[in-house]
């Protein structure tokens, strides 16, 4: 509806409650409160549709609806059949409306200014998704298209795509970007085939509408799963490659095992380039704690023993990374321990579990095999115990997995019965000592190390 159409519609209204006031049909107190907020919502033919706050005030109007009708005609020149609505049902009746606004937002700047690619801690497990990320930016439709980013949730693949978004926005301001989460083309596409008679919200018009983009970004394409939207999808994703326009999706698991998605969109997902976002391993972990330590405002010490400790225990999730840097800085700004040292730190996380780690990188497999040379189980070499045989086998452990795998004692610990970081770090310097002085021990070692295929 237009302001001139609106305008008019005012008018005729203002006019009709005019007559009803003065016809005395109604007290002040009634008027005031059932009658007068009611308003002509639209008149379509020889239908004039009336809106009404509550039940209340279409009870009082309905009752008395020839009288009104009698006022209307005189208002407009002409008979009308009035309809009494509900306000809350108004909507309902504007589809148009609500699909414009949603389409209008299409284009809006919704990314985080804190996700750049600046920002964004390259490891091995994200390597290749942030380089194809740079490349789709810089020759959009060229080369990886669509480009397809999956792995867990919480490992940095709306991370990517806002910084996509803004690294755009500095860099190439002309592009037109479309960010939307799956969901919402869902929900854009059923509303337009039920508005398929309104000009303008048409299923066309709103795929018209993505066909403006130069990038579109889509962030958790599993939960495309409403098989008359995939129809139009479908359509529109082959349009969109056919001139080059640059997608890029997101994903929770690798495109070929993606439920309730037709085989043919999952199809073209793997005709693209699919890099896969992975846990950050220890290092890579380990940076994101001190970046975002670097934004912080809190001038409290923390200790590099503790980082180790943190990259350690919570490394299969980048938000469970900066929830526990939170946490942690938290409980030290309750309690002012004046430095954050390992010990503080291990009485917050207290009550969190021990991971398994059981990597390729192999701790799990240095055990197992310094547990078979020596007869013994890996609750004994994990235990209390300090029997000679057990103490070596552990030590021995330790060297190796210190001397091969280059991790840090926190996380050494953690495999070996949760021990302390110094103690891992003593029974260390004791196998260090004992391979000088002890032959034999030498030997086990080098024999250990001989199966393991590392020396």
């Not at 740079?134 to 991370?159: D, E, R, V, W």
């Not at 990597?359 to 070499?381: A, F, H, R, W």
């Amino acid at each position: 509806m237009n302001n001139q159409e609106e305008k008019k519609y005012q008018e005729i209204w203002d006019a009709v409650l005019g007559q009803m006031k003065e016809s005395g049909l109604y007290d002040d107190v009634i008027y005031t409160t059932y009658i007068q907020p009611s308003k002509l919502f639209r008149i379509s033919g020889d239908v004039a549709l009336i809106s009404v706050p509550n039940n209340i005030s279409s009870s009082i109007i309905s009752g008395n609806l020839e009288q009104w009708s009698r006022c209307f005609a005189q208002a407009t020149g002409s008979d009308h059949t009035l309809q009494i609505i509900l306000n809350k049902d108004v909507e309902k009746l504007m589809p148009s409306t609500v699909l414009k606004k949603q389409t209008d937002s299409l284009f809006e700047d919704r990314f985080n200014k804190l996700y750049t690619f600046d920002n964004f801690v390259v490891g091995k497990s994200n390597r290749e998704a942030y380089a194809a990320a740079i490349a789709c930016c810089n020759y959009p439709g060229q080369f990886n298209n669509p480009l397809m980013i999956y792995g867990n949730s919480g490992l940095g693949k709306t991370h990517l795509l806002h910084a996509i978004g803004n690294y755009l926005k500095e860099n190439q301001p002309e592009a037109r970007v479309i960010y939307i989460y799956s969901e919402d083309i869902v929900t854009l596409l059923i509303e337009a085939m039920k508005s398929k008679n309104v000009p303008g919200n048409s299923v066309e018009d709103i795929k018209a509408r993505f066909m403006e983009c130069d990038f579109l970004l889509i962030d958790d394409i599993q939960r495309m799963k409403q098989s008359a939207s995939q129809e139009i999808f479908f359509n529109l994703y082959n349009k969109l490659i056919a001139e080059n326009k640059q997608i890029i999706i997101t994903s929770d698991i690798h495109p070929s095992e993606l439920k309730g998605i037709e085989n043919r969109l999952i199809s073209r997902f793997l005709s693209g380039l699919k890099v896969r976002v992975g846990s950050p391993e220890f290092e890579t972990a380990k940076a994101i704690l001190k970046k975002k330590i670097e934004g912080r405002n809190e001038t409290i010490m923390i200790e590099d023993e503790v980082l180790d400790f943190i990259a350690t225990k919570f490394s299969s999730d980048v938000r469970k990374l900066e929830g526990s840097l939170n946490e942690l800085f938290f409980k030290a700004i309750l309690e002012n321990p004046g430095i954050i040292d390992l010990k503080f730190a291990q009485s917050v996380f207290s009550d969190e579990p021990i991971p398994v780690v059981e990597d390729d990188l192999s701790i799990g497999k240095i055990k197992s095999c310094v547990c078979e040379y020596y007869g013994l189980t890996k609750n004994q070499i994990e235990s209390k115990s300090r029997t000679k045989q057990i103490s070596n086998a552990r030590h021995i452990a330790v060297y190796i997995c210190r001397k091969h795998l280059q991790v840090p004692f926190v996380k050494i610990g953690l495999s070996f019965g949760n021990r302390d970081h110094s103690t891992i770090m003593s029974s260390y310097e004791k196998a260090k000592k004992m391979i000088k002085q002890d032959p034999l021990f030498k030997t086990a070692v080098e024999q250990i190390e001989t199966k393991l295929g590392i020396r």
